[in-house]
């Protein structure tokens, strides 16, 4: 899988205008809601056992982020800040290429299916976040 | 000299070298209507009107496919659901015989789904049923609190029953733009998801029909007061990997991992330990002779 820049292909959708839109739209909600301070979901696994669920974090860093707290959203839940960093980054390359009306990144595959070290790669990356969670918990890692 | 980028039916073929275009013209592989763009090109054009000026041979005018670099993309177009020929069956005609059709037979259905049309016409069809779906059920929850306080919903139990009646009112309004959203971002992850696990051998416009026409089809259970929803919810993830399974042409497995793993990802883990320790149960009953027999009951 390599990368290519080329336009549109005539007929094909507009990933960039649609994805955008989509997280566009789902940061403005996201941000209103903790703004609000409406309520936000408790985690079961949590509650009941203790042990922080893979995603647990995510509300309590977006609050850090909404302060200009970066280093301690980060502390909350690595994987998931850098997932929403990554979703920033898209946003911006998003928003330039469809005002500019500019040549699209695409990703040119050896085959329509995803590597199987890919694959490895994002479990482990999920387990390493997830036991990095559990111990954090312990009081092994800095609280944010 | 840069690769020829190669596109078909609106998808990528992938970039290829001016040797490996000219051995595609040869056997058939691309034709002169595919469409070719090279660096430096500010628009694609057809390779018919390209070849040539490339110093290649002049690729045969029909479409003879030899090899098929995407076999998965692209194949029979069905005549499912009825809401995508709402025009001529009329409005609530299309929604009941989408609605049978998903609930009653969604193998046929999903097997039978138009996969290409654009994501307009689910999305609608998402919106519009999940939108009306929710007011029901905000109704019913009204009338409900009405009676009987206890039925406030726990975040809203302690506002009063004016701010209640508000903030009800105020969800069913925001609803639709949230459904909107919700609609792409779980149909996205449950992509990313079975594109995991090797089961998406569709575009992501399959799966994002499958979710549509599935979950808002199920939504329509939540006329059923106080187990509606939950009815709903199960009969919905049915219809959700029945159709991911037809559709993408993939195993059940997959499909039903691919719409588990974020919930268990996401607060289920519990249940995946508890299963992995009922197997391990059950495999050192075997190592002791096995699990002791129940009574059988006459």
Redesign the interface.
């Known amino acids: 899988m390599r990368p290519?820049i080329?336009?549109l292909?005539?007929?094909?959708?507009d990933n960039e205008l649609?994805?955008g839109s989509?997280l566009a739209?789902?940061s403005l909600?996201a941000v209103t809601w903790l703004s609000l301070g409406l309520?936000t979901p408790l985690?079961?696994?949590?509650s009941?056992?203790g042990?922080p669920?893979?995603?647990c974090g995510i509300t309590r860093g977006l609050g850090c982020l909404l302060h200009g707290n970066i280093a301690a959203a980060f502390l909350f839940n690595p994987l998931c800040m850098a997932i929403l960093f990554a979703v920033l980054l898209y946003l911006l390359y998003a928003t330039i290429v469809v005002i500019g009306g500019f040549p699209r990144l695409?990703w040119?595959?050896s085959s329509?299916?995803?590597p199987g070290l890919l694959?490895i790669a994002?479990v482990l990356l999920?387990a390493a976040n997830w036991i990095y969670l559990i111990l954090r918990e312990r009081n092994l890692f800095p609280s944010g | 000299m840069a690769n020829i980028?190669i596109?078909r039916h609106?998808?990528?073929l992938?970039?290829f070298s001016e040797e490996e275009i000219r051995e595609g013209i040869r056997t058939g592989r691309f034709s002169a209507d595919d469409?070719s763009?090279r660096e430096g090109?500010?628009?694609?054009k057809p390779l018919g009107e390209m070849a040539p000026q490339w110093g290649l041979e002049n690729p045969p005018p029909s479409l003879e496919v030899v090899v098929d670099p995407?076999p998965?993309?692209k194949t029979s177009d069905g005549n499912e659901p009825a809401w995508e020929d709402r025009e001529r069956l009329g409005l609530f005609p299309a929604i009941l015989k989408t609605v049978e059709a998903v609930l009653m037979r969604p193998s046929q259905t999903f097997a039978a789904m138009k996969q290409t049309g654009g994501?307009a016409h689910p999305l609608l069809y998402f919106v519009l049923l999940s939108s009306t779906m929710f007011a029901v059920s905000a109704i019913y929850q009204m009338a409900a609190t009405t009676l009987n306080p206890v039925f406030a919903p726990p975040?809203l139990s302690h506002t009063s029953k004016t701010s209640f009646f508000v903030a009800m009112i105020g969800s069913i309004l925001v609803s639709p733009?949230?459904y909107?959203?919700s609609s792409?971002?779980s149909s996205?992850i449950t992509h990313l998801c079975l594109?995991?696990l090797?089961g998406a051998?569709k575009p992501f416009?399959t799966t994002f029909r499958v979710i549509c026409y599935a979950q808002a089809s199920a939504s329509v259970l939540n006329l059923l007061p106080l187990c509606g929803s939950l009815i709903g919810l199960i009969w919905g993830a049915y219809c959700i990997i029945i159709g991911l399974k037809e559709a993408h042409g993939t195993e059940g497995w997959r499909a039903t991992v691919a719409i588990t793993l974020p919930g268990l990802?996401?607060?289920?883990?519990?249940l995946l330990a508890a299963a992995a320790a009922g197997v391990g149960i059950a495999e050192l009953g075997k190592g002791f002779g096995g699990m002791p027999q129940l009574p059988k009951f006459p």
């Open positions: 290519c080329r336009p292909i005539p007929g094909e959708p649609l994805w989509v739209a789902g909600i309520p985690c079961p696994l949590h009941l056992t042990i669920c893979p995603t695409r040119i595959p329509t299916h995803i694959r994002v999920f | 980028h596109a609106q998808q990528s992938g970039s469409l763009w090109m500010p628009a694609w995407l998965a993309s994501l975040q733009a949230l909107v959203v792409f971002i996205g594109k995991l090797g051998h416009e990802l996401c607060c289920g883990l519990f």
